[in-house]
């Protein structure tokens, strides 16, 4: 299975870019999206972006992210017990 993650554009240096993804932060390559610019959400896989998504995409993909995060974080408390 592949995935893809989305994340916002921090800072753009030519066909680089810093994205951050919640607390998290990595470079990635934009050659396979056109005009891409600061504070555009991407859809970043394995290390390439490729996609620009729109404000709204990428929150309710972001909190999905985040509602799996949660429901594993809380899988593994219940290990523990």
């Known amino acids: ?3 893809a993650v989305p994340g916002e554009i921090l800072e753009m240096n ?6 951050g993804f919640g ?3 990595r470079e990635v390559q934009l050659n ?3 005009n891409p610019s600061k504070g555009d959400y991407v859809l970043v896989h394995v290390g ?3 996609q620009i998504l729109s404000p709204e995409k990428a929150k309710e993909m972001i909190e999905s992210w985040n509602e799996v995060a949660r429901a594993r ?3 593994k408390w219940k290990e523990k017990d």
């Open 1 to 3: 299975m592949c995935l």
């Open 23 to 25: 607390r998290a932060e």
């Open 14 to 19: 030519g066909n680089k870019a810093k994205v």
């Open 48 to 50: 390439y972006a490729i």
């Open 73 to 75: 974080t809380e899988e």
């Open 32 to 34: 396979l999206i056109e």
